[in-house]
């Protein structure tokens, strides 16, 4: 006689999957805490593969520390460019499309030439791009370094800044020449990608600038002593966001007006470099790197609660200037801690 086999029954049932259902839900959290400590990992490798990187180019450069944004093309030059982006999110620089331009500005081709007469027009401002992801080889000095509305008055001296040598950058070059000796006023908009690191617009700082910045193959008009702004003709301003300059009036005759837009390095990347770093003269505890939003840290000016990336379960991974990596949390990396004291 064949004995009949007993099935679950429904409560049974209903039982065994509620079992399955609470062991999940107890597992859930230390999955994602595993999780997050394997992307923590995969970030501390990559912090330790750049400051290996950085060191390799300052040994080949006579110790010296590539200065600001030069990091991330140290990391380049030792194929440590994978190591840029942190598995939980990375900064997402200028792409190398068009300018974004409004009214009377226009992008054009890299032109022969930009000397005054050769590209006339009374209200077109011809905007052109120089040099992209550019290694500076020596420091610039900028007008224009802090957003705000400027009258052409000549006096920049709150605003003046340098951008270091072997800094990576972006140029641009606004270019505006009336028709003839004839009076012309003009306005337009233009927008780029990145940050704007600073304008150059005082003509004797436009000649300095051309041995550093100018396109090899086009002429420029070096030389003539009203290239750059005229005190109470030109006015532009330079938006909070560091991404717009809106040209508010362009006021010539004779030979024109010109000025240049440094931006921040294209690319992307996850981790900033202390801006307080010098290439020669650190110390080994200082701060090299940590999780940020910008390629490169301005610990004075900068708001921490906007630009630092606490990724990795509260905490952000730091690089020091002696190859340890740790993570951190945001009270232990304020602009007042001394890890970013040269």
Known sequence: MSRRRRGL?????????????????????YMHAL?????????????????????????????????????????????????????????????????????????????PSVEFDALEDATLIR?????????????????????????????????????????????????????????????GALAVASDIL??????????ASDDALALPGTNYPNGHRA?????????????????????ERFRASYPGDVFRIITAPEGEASYGMNGRIRPKRYRLKQLMLVEYDKPVIDVANDDPARWLMPRHLGRANALFVDGTVRALYPDRLGPDSKLWEP
């Open 9 to 29: 029954t429904l409560v049974e049932l209903l039982v065994v999957v509620s079992i399955i259902v609470l062991l999940a839900a107890m597992l859930v959290p």
């Open 35 to 111: 999780r997050e400590r394997v992307y923590s990992a995969i970030c501390q490798n990559n912090l330790s593969q750049l400051g290996v990187a950085i060191h390799a180019q300052g040994t080949r450069n006579a110790a010296a520390l590539p200065a600001g944004a030069g990091w991330i093309a140290a990391a380049g030059a030792s194929n440590a460019q994978d190591s840029l982006k942190c598995p939980k999110g990375y900064y997402r620089g200028g792409g190398t499309g068009p300018l974004a331009t409004e009214d009377h500005v226009v992008q054009v081709p890299p032109p």
């Open 127 to 187: 905007v052109f791009t120089e040099r992209t992801d550019y290694v500076l080889p020596t420091d610039v000095i900028v007008d224009i370094s802090e957003p705000g509305r400027y009258d052409g008055s000549g006096d920049y001296t709150a605003t003046t800044g340098a951008i270091r040598a072997g800094t990576i950058v972006n140029c641009h070059y606004v270019h505006y020449d009336p028709v003839g000796r004839t009076h012309a006023t003009t306005s």
């Open 198 to 207: 600073g304008l150059i617009v005082v003509t004797e700082r436009l000649h």
């Open 227 to 247: 290239r750059g702004f005229e005190a109470g003709s030109d006015v532009v301003v330079l938006a909070e966001g560091r991404r717009q300059v809106q040209i």
